[in-house]
């Protein structure tokens, strides 16, 4: 239904292009409604929506299909009662500097790098301002790429790597959208080609 001078009419939809961001936009959830509703849709289904959206459930998903990533401790919000054996564990498991992020979210929004046990409780607590449910990995040192998967039912193609070059000390929330934000973007990435064949490849 559209709303038009004359009130409310029905419109037919051929086909919708969900280029929503975040929440409800790309973690199946309206994904679901079209299922429900019968209306055809572009991009992925709502399965790979939820598991893409939810970082936690892409680490077990990459881990079970034997795709390198960085480690990563999971913390939900009812683990706070013994936060202590939660930094423990990050501290043996992953060290400092160590990245803190909401589980489902985008954008850069609450993620915070910690470089020691302070910082690592203030990351803590503004990431749960976003979730349930945070995540936190390892630092590790390198380039940050990315790389499209198109097509479907087996006729797939990987796209040329890209690579992302922040202007802040990670790819934040400002150094993504700010106007003045001095971030570039390498098409294809300044890597040597072996390592973007195996970028396409993963």
Known sequence: MVETENGWESLYIDVVFPVLHGKNGEDGTIQGLFEIAGIKYVGVGVIASSVG???TFTKIIFENAGIP???????SKHELSSIDNKIKEIEEKLGYPAFVKPANAGSSIGIGKAKNKKELLACIDEAFKFD?????????TGH???CAVLGNRGNIKAS?????VASQEFYTYDAKYSA????ELYIPAKLEDKYSEMVRSY
């Open 180 to 183: 003045d934000s001095t971030s």
């Open 69 to 75: 990533q960085a480690k990563w401790v999971t913390i």
């Open 160 to 164: 040329c790597v890209g690579e992302i």
């Open 53 to 55: 959206m939810d970082k």
């Open 144 to 146: 940050e790429v990315e």
């Open 132 to 140: 349930r449910k945070i995540l936190v990995e390892e630092f590790l």
